[in-house]
């Protein structure tokens, strides 16, 4: 048996796709950073992960056509703030074009000057280690400088197109 070299084409829509990958419940997390010129950049994202513990490393990924792509992919430092559940209205924000994400948003700067969200479950201060261009995504890795969190903190879940909250079984 020979062994392909090559996937299959795909037998489903991208509509499809995106619906099945919706079943699986994840985080929320908003990737910040400051641009070269200063400007604050950032994005509601829930393709969040951990790589390693030694040397600490997370991924996250963005499309390649979005709007803070050279930013995030020129800048030195980001920061992936994993929301909880109180934070509802600053993901639903942060995934919002042309507005003012940042009005009235509590940060501070981190390291590189990349926002840390006040009232965020955990942040994760990362150098930009390196990134992987596959698809029409690019896939970052980002070696953490430093972490925070609050242990009694409820985290923010996206399933299914919706939000939620943990429900202890």
């Known amino acids: 048996m020979t062994t392909p070299r090559r996937a299959q084409p795909p037998t489903f829509s991208p509509d499809e796709f995106r619906d099945a990958l919706g079943m699986f419940a994840t985080g929320v997390t908003i990737v910040t950073a400051c641009a070269a010129d200063g400007t604050l950049v950032g994005l509601t994202a829930n393709s969040f992960n951990s ?17 803070s792509m050279p930013a995030l992919s020129t800048g030195s430092h980001y920061a992936v703030n994993i929301l909880a559940a109180s934070q509802k209205e600053l993901a639903e924000r942060f995934a919002t074009k042309n507005i003012d994400r940042w009005a009235d948003v509590e940060f501070t700067r981190g390291i590189g000057g990349a926002p840390v969200l006040v009232g965020a ?6 150098f930009n280690r390196s990134r992987y261009d596959e698809g029409d995504h690019v896939i970052f890795v980002g070696e ?5 969190h609050d242990a009694g903190a409820s985290p923010l879940l996206f399933h299914g197109g919706r939000f ?3 429900h202890p079984l």
Do not use: D
């Open 51 to 67: 790589v390693s513990l030694t040397p600490p490393l997370v991924l996250w990924s963005l499309a390649r056509a979005a709007g």
């Open 164 to 166: 939620y909250t943990e």
């Open 121 to 126: 479950a955990a942040s994760f201060e990362c």
């Open 144 to 148: 953490v400088e430093r972490c925070t």
